[in-house]
T-cell receptor, first 118, second 113 residues
Framework: EAGVAQSPRYKIIEKRQSVAFWCNPISGHATLYWYQQILGQGPKLLIQFQNNGVVDDSQLPKDRFSAERLKGVDSTLKIQPAKLEDSAVYLC????????????????FGPGTRLLVL | AQSVTQLDSHVSVSEGTPVLLRCNYSSSYSPSLFWYVQHPNKGLQLLLKYTSAATLVKGINGFEAEFKKSETSFHLTKPSAHMSDAAEYFCVVSENYGQNFVFGPGTRLSVLP
């Protein structure tokens, strides 16, 4: 089965520019997550979707970050405008569901997009 | 809110010796606990998970972890380290049946020949 796909793999931009990342989850996975992983730290959940609805976006800096999953399949994460501290790896993950059942909680991660803001 | 502490930022072992990576958690509810591994320039991979079934959980590549509620711990062990085990390991806690995932800061495992 195909894994979680992310693009681009690398992106270099200047501060105050805009950038967008794309994620295509594993087919049939209802739940999609975006994480930010700063160098030397564990991933931090930015936003969690269940189908096309937002379950948790409490740690998303909404003044500059936005995300959508309009058709409940693939998703886009946008940063506008970018700051130096946004330099990180942005990870996308998916799982079958987020409620009940042990198997459904397992998250499968994509390779990530490495962002460098200059 | 839940939290995760990984007591060692870096662990170094010799090949063939046991591995112990420590994890303590804080949770208001019955948590689900996970260990993920991240090899350099590769994606995160699930090693094992605890979701209120058996407290001793066996995972891939010979790893296992024991959930100890009284100690709020979920330490990861392996009897004999292999060079390919060198990677970053993350302990993760989740509440509410799959919501509110919180990652620990990670432990970097080095395996010496």
């Amino acid at each position: 089965e195909a894994g979680v796909a992310q693009s681009p793999r690398y992106k270099i931009i200047e501060k105050r520019q805009s950038v967008a990342f794309w994620c295509n989850p594993i087919s049939g996975h209802a739940t999609l997550y975006w994480y930010q992983q700063i160098l030397g730290q564990g991933p931090k959940l930015l936003i969690q979707f269940q189908n096309n609805g937002v379950v948790d976006d409490s740690q998303l800096p909404k003044d500059r970050f936005s995300a959508e999953r309009l058709k409940g399949v693939d998703s886009t994460l946008k940063i506008q405008p970018a700051k130096l501290e946004d330099s990180a790896v942005y990870l996308c993950a998916s799982s079958l569901e987020s409620s009940g059942g042990s198997i459904r909680e397992t998250q499968y991660f994509g390779p990530g997009t490495r962002l460098l803001v200059l | 809110a839940q939290s995760v502490t990984q007591l060692d930022s870096h662990v170094s072992v010799s090949e063939g010796t046991p591995v112990l990576l420590r994890c303590n958690y804080s949770s208001s509810y019955s948590p689900s606990l996970f260990w993920y591994v991240q090899h350099p320039n590769k994606g995160l991979q699930l090693l094992l998970k605890y979701t209120s079934a058996a407290t001793l959980v066996k995972g891939i590549n010979g790893f296992e972890a024991e959930f100890k509620k009284s100690e709020t711990s979920f330490h990861l062990t392996k009897p004999s380290a292999h060079m390919s085990d060198a990677a970053e390991y993350f302990c993760v806690v989740s509440e509410n049946y799959g919501q509110n995932f919180v990652f620990g800061p990670g432990t970097r495992l080095s395996v010496l020949p």
